[in-house]
Nanobody
Framework: QFQLAESGGGLVQPGGSLRLACAAS????????VGWFRQAPGKEREFVAA????????NYADSVKGRFTSSRDNAKNTVYLQMNSLKPEDTAVYYC?????????????????WGQGTQVTVSS
């Protein structure tokens, strides 16, 4: 069964950085577009970033553009989300999700495979 697992979350001060990783098991992630989503307490899950199967195309939510970067290492079967200049409003559980398609999507409903999430807390 295709499984995704996020890692790299934690507590960081405002202005700091974290790198999240999304690793896949039982399937080659290189055939999948991967999205990153987050959900803060009391809020709906929202799109953060996405990367296509080759890594040649990415898109980002306006709230993270210029601060977050998604990349992938298909040899390691892993996708990354580098988060810089973190703000308290970035605090949320972050999820990676995969879809067997060439193109990315900003809609969570178009991703059938999800990880369990990793907590990111930005606080002084």
């Amino acid at each position: 069964q295709f499984q995704l697992a996020e890692s790299g979350g934690g507590l960081v001060q405002p202005g700091g950085s974290l790198r999240l990783a999304c690793a896949a098991s039982e399937l080659r992630l290189e055939h999948y577009a991967v999205g990153w989503f987050r959900q803060a307490p009391g809020k709906e899950r929202e799109f953060v970033a996405a990367i296509n199967w080759s890594g040649g195309r990415t898109n980002y939510a306006d709230s993270v553009k210029g601060r977050f970067t998604s990349s992938r290492d298909n040899a390691k079967n892993t996708v990354y989300l580098q988060m810089n200049s973190l703000k308290p409003e970035d605090t949320a559980v972050y999820y990676c999700a995969a879809r067997n398609a060439i193109r990315t999507s900003t809609a969570s409903s178009e991703y059938p495979y999800w990880g369990q999430g990793t907590q990111v807390t930005v606080s002084s």
